[in-house]
């Protein structure tokens, strides 16, 4: 149940310290590295990232989310192919998914000449790849559960009843 | 002057808020925790409800009661959370806010000169009700001591036994007490002994974070002398809907109704469209804003207690009520943090005398602002005291 709480608030901001954590959910300070530190060893906790609106940064990023679709031989697995592909530093998400086509992979670069040429260079070549469709992405919304764009918009009172 | 006053307006004093809500709005920088609403937004679902309901074109006046689907809604929410059987042809009244169903009831029941004692620190706008009403309040403290809960030898001190109504406000705002059936228990007996008429606003209702909230309404002989608010404002985030509502006898709601169907014929159409569906599908967004709150709220105690201003713990509302350390008085205090370190907070003896000394601190804002806020009160506590 700890366990739980203590996910839900990092998933929530993985900046809050262990004190913080710990004036939250009643538990002690102690409590809150171990249940941390057991998270992290069975590998359930794997990493703690910022959510960055690059739009709102002067230098480019471009994204894009790809489609990627496979025919398996009898030797190749897709956990084979994933792990090739999640290899790759420029793939930042790889997701294996139901429906029209087999991987949703998501590469990111500085420019859409560096992220073409690494789909057509580094991906579409892998042999078991039947077909990649690239979506760039233009704006993003929302990322990780949080909204992009101006933010304050706490238009009420300073004091009220 | 040709446009003066009545006496009965003129009796109520500018609202102690009005100040300190002057001076924090000239400055830019300021984190305030003088906010007695919810920051999170309405349920995306409600808004979307009003916004159909616009397209619709439901803009009409709805019965004076409120539209009877939103009065069966209510019936089976009431029912199904706090035990209170309503029935909603007759016993609901549909309201522009729980303030509304205060004034209402104000008007209702309080004749020239009856004396309606108040459970202080309480809501601001209870006096001033009584007041226009051309009642007299009565103020009942309560003390720290008891955890700001109403007692018996509270209610006999000040002289309640005598008073015709009390208004009692749990969880209470501003102090964050909430009364659990044991202690509502003796205030049911002693308003049955003394006759008096109980006006039980229960806005705060959901925002309860150990044990169960109980009206005053569920105990033995009480349904018949009580009147019920509630309201959509705080639970589900709609302050500005104005939507509340008023749980009572037959009697009762056709007495208040014949006030309201006058006055404001009946409450905002699109927001009863929001507050259906509200009832219908956000129980999910109420939980989780509330799960907010608790989390805020022992965050709050426990760095008020780390840094040397300890307050008793609120289990109710978003408030805690911590004591200004000796030597100062809560308007000095309240009014030098906000100068020096940009914090607003609410003075408490706005709420009543027995506020004194203390300060409301809404946690109804993000934790990285509470954050922050705390460590500035922490310097100022370091600089100053
Ligand atoms: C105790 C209490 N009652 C009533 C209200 C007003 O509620 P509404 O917005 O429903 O009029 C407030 C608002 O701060 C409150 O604190």
Redesign the interface.
């Known amino acids: 149940m700890s366990e739980r709480e203590v996910l839900e608030l990092l998933r929530e901001n993985a900046r809050y310290s262990t004190a913080d954590i710990a004036r939250m959910t009643d538990l002690e300070e102690s409590e809150v590295e171990a249940t941390i530190e057991e998270l992290e060893a069975a590998g359930v906790l794997r990493g703690y990232q910022a959510v960055v609106d690059w739009d709102a940064l002067e230098d480019e990023r471009v994204r894009a989310e790809v489609e990627l679709n496979v025919t398996l031989d009898r030797e190749t697995s897709y956990g084979d192919i994933a792990e090739r592909l999640a290899r790759f530093p420029q793939v930042t998400s790889l997701r294996l998914v139901s429906g029209d086509y087999d991987f949703d992979m998501e590469v990111e670069g500085d420019s859409i000449r560096e992220v073409s040429q690494f789909i057509s260079e580094k991906v579409a070549p892998v042999p078991e790849i039947t077909q990649t469709v690239t979506h760039y992405v233009m704006t993003s919304y929302k990322e990780n559960g949080i909204e992009l764009g101006d933010g304050d918009d706490d238009d009420r009172l300073s004091v009220s009843p | 002057m040709t446009l003066e006053p009545a006496q009965r307006v003129q009796a109520v004093p500018p ?1 102690g ?1 009005r100040r ?2 002057e001076i ?2 000239e400055r830019d920088d ?1 984190i ?1 925790l ?4 919810p ?1 999170f937004s309405t349920p995306w679902a409600a808004r979307d409800a009003a916004i159909h309901s616009l397209e619709q074109g439901r803009t009409s006046y709805t019965a004076n009661r409120g539209m009877r689907e939103l009065r069966e809604a209510i019936a089976g929410y009431v029912a199904d959370r706090f035990d209170l059987a309503y029935d909603p042809d007759e016993e609901i009244i549909v309201t522009a806010g729980a303030s509304e169903a205060v004034d209402l009831a104000f008007r209702a029941f309080v004749d020239p000169g009856d004396t309606v004692a108040i459970a202080q620190p309480s ?3 209870y006096e001033p009700g009584v007041i226009f009403a051309g009642g007299e309040p009565l103020p009942v403290p309560t003390r720290e001591a008891d955890d700001f809960r109403l007692t018996v030898e509270a209610l006999e001190r000040a002289g309640a036994a005598d008073a015709d109504a009390l208004v009692l406000c749990y969880p209470n ?1 501003p102090t964050g007490a909430v009364m659990p059936a044991e202690d509502l228990a003796p205030i049911a007996d002693f308003a049955r002994e003394h006759d008096l008429t109980v006006f039980s606003d229960e806005i705060y209702a959901e925002l309860t974070y150990e044990g169960e909230h109980t009206s005053i309404a569920t105990f033995e002989g009480m349904r018949e002398r009580t009147v019920v608010f509630n309201g959509f404002s705080k639970a589900y985030a709609m302050t500005g809907l104005r939507l509340g509502y008023a749980l009572a006898p037959a009697d009762a709601i056709t007495a208040m109704n014949r006030v309201h169907q006058y006055g404001m014929l009946s409450a905002p159409t699109t927001a009863q469209y929001a507050a259906l569906e509200a009832l219908d599908s956000c129980d999910d967004d109420v939980e989780e804003m509330v799960g907010q709150y608790d ?2 709220r ?2 709050v105690l ?2 008020f207690e780390e840094i040397g201003m300890p307050c008793f713990e609120a289990k109710g509302a978003f408030y805690v009520f911590p004591e200004v350390p000796a030597g100062w008085t809560a308007e000095e205090f309240a009014e030098e943090l906000l100068y020096e370190q940009g914090v ?1 907070v ?1 003075p408490g003896d706005v709420f009543g005398e027995s506020g004194t000394g203390h300060l409301r601190v809404s946690y109804a804002t993000g ?2 602002d509470l ?1 922050e806020a705390l460590s500035r009160i922490e310097a100022f506590l370091e600089e100053r005291v």
């Not at chain 2, 003088?34 to 609403?37: A, D, I, L, S």
């Open positions: 609202s808020i300190f809500f924090a709005e300021v305030s003088g906010v007695g609403e920051d809501y601001i706008s705002n989390r805020r022992q965050f426990s760095r607003a609410v934790l990285g954050r």
